[in-house]
C-alpha cells in the first residue's frame, strides 16, 4: 500500500494514496497527520494478527511454515535457551507434568 506525503502550500499536509489513486487525508496539521496514520497502522496490524493466528489455530497446514509446537517442545526449546529454572517455570504456568 503505497502513500505519499503532500505537502500543501498552506503548511498543512495530506496523503495521497497510490492504491485508490486519489488523496485520503489533506489539511492536517504535522500532529494530526502523524496520530492518523499511527492509528491506521494499529488497525491494519491488529487485523493481521488476528488474521494470521485465528489461522494457525484453526488450520496450520495453510500456512507457509511450520509454527505450532506441542507443550513439549517447547519446554525442550526453553530448556536449550535458558536452562532448567525457566522449564520449571514454564512447566507451571502451562500446567505441564515434570
Request: net charge negative; aromatic share 6%.
Amino acid at each position: 500500500m503505497g502513500k505519499q506525503l503532500i505537502r500543501q502550500p498552506n503548511g498543512k499536509f495530506g496523503v495521497w494514496s497510490t492504491v485508490s489513486d486519489g488523496v485520503i487525508m489533506h489539511s492536517a496539521t504535522k500532529d494530526q497527520l502523524i496520530n492518523e496514520m499511527a492509528r491506521k497502522a494499529a488497525e491494519e496490524a491488529a487485523e493481521r494478527v488476528r488474521r494470521d493466528w485465528t489461522q494457525a489455530i484453526d488450520d496450520p497446514t495453510k500456512l507457509d511454515r511450520e509454527c505450532e509446537w506441542t507443550a513439549e517442545e517447547a519446554i525442550d526449546w526453553m530448556r536449550d535457551c535458558y536452562g532448567d529454572e525457566a522449564v520449571d517455570r514454564l512447566r507451571v504456568e502451562m500446567g505441564v507434568e515434570p
